[in-house]
Every structure is written in structure tokens, then in C-alpha cells.
């Protein structure tokens, strides 16, 4: 019988102390749908797990899943460790994800021999990346077979940052869209001590400024009182924007509910969407939501 292909992701983390993104989703549902498909699967991370993580949804079993704590990206030991780690796995194809893990990633690579090396752009990362980060980016381009921008705005960031066109390719954000094509909670709703005939608006996201959660707030105080507003996530916003919402007399109106961990009841109970961001690579909440045949409300960040 034929070896099975061995396919590695290689990511920072699966969470964060911020809450979760949308990069970390991706990877342990494609890694969940690899399994399903009968792919021989490792995890490669290299940051110590945060509070907020996808590790339990993870169906990787713990013997493929390796983590190499990196300090800080000089850590030569560890890039060592990176580097035996990729030999004696040999994989046939890698998929790295988020600038700290793709930098790391084309370089172990390229010295151990591994050319099948797909990099992941996820965010427009114009006012975060450092001029460091994108020098290096730039001479590094030629080390991924091919640079994966899951939308054709991170193309453009990337093309304005000099990273030759012939080097990137799009391929949109998926999402498993059965598993948000549920009924409606309604004892969800009950257990958030919202009525059965109060309008339901849904936000979600890390609150922080790019999600633009005071944007949301600021217009909600323009909608009739038989609504609430619910806003999924946790982030470095997370107190001034609770005390935004008390400064715009809608607090009683506003659940923060933080990380959850059941988007698809959460998105069930809810009759419109919202995303505010102000900059975005392709956002997967946008999806999900339109998987569950929800309206939706998005900002214009194309």
C-alpha cells in the first residue's frame, strides 16, 4: 500500500490571550477536515497555548501535534529543534500560517530541504507589520511555493509591499457551512435573559480597534428599544468599550459575552449580523453568518 502523504501545519498558537482569530479557526478546521478525509496530519506550533484556544476542538491525536516554546525569534536552539523536528517527519506538504510561524517556517524549510512550502496571509497588515517584518517578507518571498492571500484586498497589500504577483495566489477563506444550518436556540436565548420577541443583533470579533466594536455601539444607539445588541470576543478594548456603552445609556441593551465556544447556537438566536472592521482580510465570521442565512451588515474594508 502507498505511503499516505504526509501534509504539516505550522501556526504560532491556536488561541491567544486576546481571544481567538480567525487564522487559528482555519487550522484546526482544516485539520479536522484533512482526518475526516483519511490525510496523514501533524501540527507543528511554536508559542505556549494562551487562555482562550481551539486545542479541545482539535481531532488531532497528541502524538502529531508538537510544540516549540520560541522566546522571541532568536532563540537558536530552538530553531534547531525546529529543524530535526522537519526532517524526521519529512513532510510531503506544508502549510504555515501568521508572520512569526510563516518567517520561521521558509527558512527551516529551505535549509531541510522541504519545497512544498504554501504561506498563508490572512489580515491586510499595513499599520501592524514593522518595516522589519516586510523587508523580511520581501526577500523571503521565493521560499514559499506559493504565498496564499485569502482575499483579493491581502493581495493588494501584499503587491503594495513588494511581493511579486507571480509569487501569490487567492484562495478564499472555506468554512464547513452544515455546521451553522441550525435551528434556532431558543433556550440559549432564554439562559441570556433575552425575550423571545426582542430583535437580535450579533457582532463578532477581538475587541480591538480593526474590529471597529465602538462603531457598532455608536450605532446602536440609533435603533428602537425592543433590540439588543451582542457582542462576541475578548480583547484589549474589552473595559472601554463596556464603559462606552454605559457613556451611550445602551448598557442594559449590550451582552458581552465574551469568548464562547458555540458560534453556531450563538449565531442562531441572532437576526442580524454585524462587522464594523475597519481593515480585514477575509472575515470568517461574514460566512459563518451567511451560512446560517442571517442579513448581514458588513463595512466596506475591500
Not at 504539516?8 to 477536515?33: M, P, T, W
Not at 506550533?45 to 494562551?50: G, H, R
Request: glycine share 6%.
Amino acid at each position: 500500500m502507498d505511503k499516505k502523504p504526509i501534509i504539516l501545519f505550522c501556526i504560532n498558537k491556536l488561541g491567544s490571550s486576546v481571544g481567538l482569530g480567525g487564522a487559528e479557526r482555519l487550522v484546526v478546521d482544516d485539520i479536522n477536515e484533512m482526518l475526516n478525509r483519511g490525510y496523514s496530519v501533524r501540527l507543528l506550533t511554536l508559542k505556549k497555548e494562551s487562555k482562550f484556544s481551539l486545542v479541545e476542538e482539535l481531532k488531532l491525536p497528541r502524538q502529531y501535534f508538537e510544540t516549540i516554546h520560541f522566546g522571541s525569534l532568536f532563540n537558536i536552539l530552538n530553531w534547531i529543534r525546529v529543524y530535526n523536528y522537519i526532517k524526521k517527519e519529512n513532510p510531503d506538504r506544508v502549510f504555515s500560517h501568521l508572520w512569526f510561524s510563516n518567517t520561521i517556517i521558509k527558512i527551516v524549510c529551505k535549509i531541510a530541504g522541504i519545497k512544498d512550502v504554501f504561506s498563508f496571509e490572512h489580515n491586510i497588515y499595513d499599520t501592524i507589520k514593522s518595516k522589519k517584518m516586510y523587508f523580511l517578507d520581501k526577500v523571503l518571498q521565493e521560499w514559499s511555493k506559493k504565498i496564499i492571500a485569502v482575499s483579493s484586498a491581502v493581495k493588494e497589500s501584499l503587491l503594495a509591499h513588494g511581493i511579486q504577483e507571480k509569487n501569490i495566489v487567492v484562495i478564499n477563506n472555506g468554512i464547513n457551512i452544515i455546521k451553522y444550518n441550525v435551528p434556532p436556540n431558543i433556550l440559549l436565548k432564554k439562559q441570556l435573559g433575552i425575550s423571545s420577541d426582542t430583535f437580535v443583533f450579533l457582532t463578532i470579533g477581538r475587541l480591538i480597534y480593526q474590529k471597529g466594536i465602538d462603531v457598532v455601539l455608536k450605532a446602536f444607539t440609533k435603533i428602537q428599544d425592543n433590540s439588543v445588541l451582542v457582542i462576541v470576543g475578548q480583547g484589549e478594548d474589552g473595559n472601554s468599550l463596556k464603559n462606552l456603552a454605559i457613556t451611550l445609556g445602551i448598557n442594559n441593551r449590550v451582552h458581552f459575552l465574551g469568548v464562547r465556544h458555540d458560534i453556531p447556537e450563538i449565531l442562531s438566536i441572532c437576526d442580524c449580523f454585524v462587522l464594523a472592521s475597519r481593515f480585514e482580510g477575509l472575515g470568517i465570521v461574514v460566512l459563518e453568518a451567511m451560512a446560517g442565512s442571517k442579513s448581514i451588515i458588513v463595512s466596506n474594508f475591500s
